[in-house]
């Protein structure tokens, strides 16, 4: 026996009314009779597609403003009643219910409408009841039902329907699954809106929806499987629009993020340089162009397959120096024509633009996976300024000094901890992080800067005269006295250490300035 079902009578309710014409036009000319709502029937029937109004259909008017137009026997009956159980049969005859073959919903644009921040009166007007009620009888049923969440769907279900008279199983169980995970992915953002609306940020069940972007070839290694899944609009990696370049890979997604978000904390022209992850170069300039020969002097070896953001629109000067050198990916806000002809020239060379920059003071939830579950919190949105740091030792630090402690502690939230960063003239100019302890972190940002220094052909190593940033506060004088060995004059650090006076002491002795912020920034 054959698992086809042909489609003889179809209820179609949109709200995103992309293709309903010709999808309609394409079920009529088959001989489907059609139920409709509202603005789907008005535009079915302005289109000359035949179409039956669902009250006329139940005999029962739309009332009470439309929220109870197919909440009904005639309707739920149609679509949930099985055609292989004689007494479903019976009791859809007794009681003058026609079979519903297909049913075509998309629902109520809630996300869309909190998005634009509407009033809350609005947003829950903008909650389907209906809408889910009829795509979730559909999927239950889907043994005879055929349910289409998605315009996307539509052109598969007419070629099913023109090669085979029907829709297989096959077909509609994939349909079913996909209606489902489209009522669960609307019902969080729901869910998540009402917490929201409480201020609570960690609500009792917390539901993560995403939409599927591109599958890839494969994860952090080949023997892993990988996907892309869009959660928000926050600009990045999940809005840009990929101008040129080979497919990104998982590790290029990861590493690209975290250099837009890098990038995204400062207001001048500013390059960030990312690899596996973490920077190897970050300055500000007065163009772009200037600001990546700063960056790039900072650790000249690593950028090579490494990723580049921008927070400006990218212009052909700063593509001819990126483009120089072997770089798997660019991400920027925008490109003019003559920077996209730059890049264009490296086929290979991913062109990523966002249509604008993520605000490093947003909230919102970041996550990480654990065996069994997840953890959450909310984003690093920390910020410190001139007047947020207070002076601990005798030697406040100078205008110039203080300026760029404020830029290197931006840079060292988003180094791997334990992280210390150099910084000179609003650049990098040593990078450590991701040691077990802060002592190594500071040396082997120093040694770094050493080498980067002799491939400069510099007479001395770039962090004399620098300025050091520590993620979280020293533990002991050490990590200090390695950044004091490495040239640093000044240091920008949370304190808190129970042995602070020690440091301090040693800042003092060495006579350098140092500044606490009350605020860390692991990054682990």
């Known amino acids: 026996m054959s698992d086809t079902v042909s489609i003889r009578r179809a209820l179609i309710s949109v709200s995103d009314k992309t293709g309903l014409v010709p999808f309609a036009r394409a079920l009529a000319d088959r001989g489907v009779e059609i139920l409709s709502t509202g603005g789907s029937a008005k535009a079915l029937r302005e289109a000359g597609v035949p179409v039956k109004e669902v009250s006329d259909h139940t005999g029962f008017p739309e009332i009470?403003?439309?929220?109870?137009?197919?909440?009904?026997?005639?309707?739920?009956?149609?679509?949930?009643g099985r055609r292989d159980l004689p007494e479903h049969v019976a009791q859809m005859q007794a009681h003058n219910i026609a079979p519903i073959d297909l049913v075509a919903v998309n629902l109520y644009p809630f996300e869309a409408t909190v998005a634009k921040g509407a009033p809350f009166e609005d947003c829950v007007e903008n909650i389907d009841i209906g809408g889910p009620a009829l795509i979730r009888a559909a999927a239950k049923n889907h043994d005879f039902v055929t349910v289409l969440t998605d315009p996307d769907q539509y052109e598969e279900v007419l070629a099913a329907l023109a090669g085979a008279g029907g829709t297989s199983l096959a077909l509609r169980r994939r349909l079913a699954g996909e209606a489902y995970a489209r009522t669960a992915a609307y019902d969080?953002?729901?869910?998540?809106?009402?917490?929201?609306?409480?201020?609570?940020?960690?609500p009792k069940r917390l539901s993560i929806a995403g939409s599927l972007r591109q599958t890839l070839r494969y994860g952090e290694n080949p023997h892993q499987a990988a996907a892309f899944y869009a959660t928000d609009a926050r600009p990045g990696v999940a809005t840009a629009v990929q101008v040129q370049g080979k497919e990104l890979s998982y590790n290029n997604f990861n590493d690209t993020d975290a250099a837009f978000e890098c990038v995204s904390e400062f207001e001048a022209p500013t390059i960030a340089i990312i690899k596996h992850a973490t920077p190897c170069g970050v300055a500000s300039a007065a163009t772009l162009a200037e600001a990546w020969d700063a960056a790039f002097r900072c650790d000249p070896v690593s950028p090579y397959g490494g990723i580049?953001?921008?927070?400006?629109?990218?212009?052909?000067?700063?593509?001819?120096?990126?483009?120089?050198?072997f770089t798997e990916v660019i991400i920027a806000p925008d490109a003019d024509e003559a920077a996209k002809a730059v890049v264009a020239r490296k086929k290979n060379l991913r062109l990523l633009l966002t249509g604008g920059m993520p605000d490093p003071a947003s909230g919102g939830l970041t996550f990480r996976s654990l065996s069994g579950g997840f953890l959450a919190q909310t984003r690093d949105a920390g910020r410190v300024g001139a007047a947020d740091v207070k002076v601990v030792t005798k030697r406040a630090p100078t205008d110039a000094e203080l300026a760029d402690l404020l830029f290197a502690?931006?840079?060292?939230?988003?180094?791997?901890s334990n992280a210390i960063?150099?910084?000179?003239?609003?650049?990098?100019?040593?990078?450590g992080g991701g040691q077990p302890n802060r002592v190594d972190s500071a040396r082997i940002?120093?040694?770094?800067?050493?080498?980067?220094?002799?491939?400069?052909?510099?007479?001395?190593?770039?962090?004399?005269g620098s300025v050091v940033a520590s993620d979280a506060f020293f533990p002991f004088a050490d990590g200090l006295e390695a950044a004091i060995a490495a040239g640093a004059t000044a240091v920008i650090q949370p304190g808190g250490s129970i042995r602070d006076a020690d440091v301090i002491a040693a800042a003092d002795a060495a006579g350098?300035?140092?500044?606490?912020?009350?605020?860390?920034?692991?990054r682990h």
């Open 308 to 325: 580049v953001a921008v927070n400006r629109v990218l212009d052909a000067a700063a593509a001819e120096k990126i483009a120089a050198i």
């Open 409 to 416: 502690f931006r840079v060292c939230k988003h180094v791997k």
């Open 512 to 522: 350098i300035a140092m500044v606490f912020t009350g605020m860390r920034h692991f």
């Open 421 to 431: 960063v150099y910084a000179k003239g609003g650049a990098t100019v040593g990078v």
């Open 64 to 80: 009470m403003d439309g929220r109870v137009k197919t909440l009904v026997p005639q309707i739920h009956g149609g679509i949930l």
């Open 445 to 464: 940002a120093a040694w770094k800067a050493e080498e980067a220094a002799k491939a400069a052909g510099l007479p001395e190593r770039l962090t004399q």
């Open 188 to 202: 969080s953002a729901i869910s998540a809106w009402f917490a929201g609306q409480r201020g609570e940020a960690f």
